[in-house]
């Protein structure tokens, strides 16, 4: 049975609204507005957004966060049977912390120009040099992840 499909019906759509509850969350904090959810046996069991104004720390990118969440709940580094919906194409850091994490699926959102490390600069998930592979399907609901990361930085560019 294809990953996206449970009794039939895709699912990842349900996930990736979830994942955009959760940009919302991080534009409210006035964070750029990325939001990720990693579920496991048809559940959440980590959801996140990206919180690097807020802790001061460059690396506190909603994956990396949501990654640090589902090892917690599962007790292992090691997400082997989890699936992560991130609004936003991840970066090379998240694509290396996901493939470091044995994740098997990714499904992102929008593309990334400046910094996507799946499919738009580079394709680490796909590099048969590294020991894991990760399979991904990208652009899931895309006008309204991106949209929400473009009406983000309108306002931004609004105020100054």
């Known amino acids: ?8 019906q895709p699912t990842h759509d ?3 609204r979830l994942a955009l509850e959760e940009a919302r969350a991080a534009a ?3 964070e ?9 046996a048809g559940r959440v069991i980590a959801s ?7 802790l001061a720390d460059p690396t506190a990118h909603a994956e990396m966060i949501a990654l640090t969440q589902a090892a917690a709940a599962l007790g292992s580094w090691r997400l082997e049977g989890c699936t992560l919906y991130v609004t936003l194409e991840p970066c090379p850091m998240c694509a290396g912390a996901i493939v470091q994490a044995r ?9 990334d120009p400046k910094a996507g490390a799946v499919e738009t600069l580079y394709r680490l998930f796909d590099d ?3 020991n894991h592979r990760v399979q991904h399907t990208g652009h899931v609901m895309e006008e309204a ?3 929400i990361l473009s009406e983000f930085f309108r306002a931004k560019r609004t105020k100054t």
């Open 1 to 8: 049975m294809d990953p996206f499909e449970m009794f039939g």
């Open 14 to 16: 349900r996930w990736m």
């Open 28 to 30: 409210a904090e006035d």
């Open 32 to 40: 750029v507005p990325v939001g990720a959810v990693v579920v496991a």
């Open 48 to 54: 996140a957004h990206n919180q690097r104004e807020q």
């Open 103 to 111: 994740v098997p699926v990714v499904v992102w959102g929008a593309a």
């Open 128 to 130: 048969a040099r590294l």
């Open 145 to 147: 992840c991106g949209g």
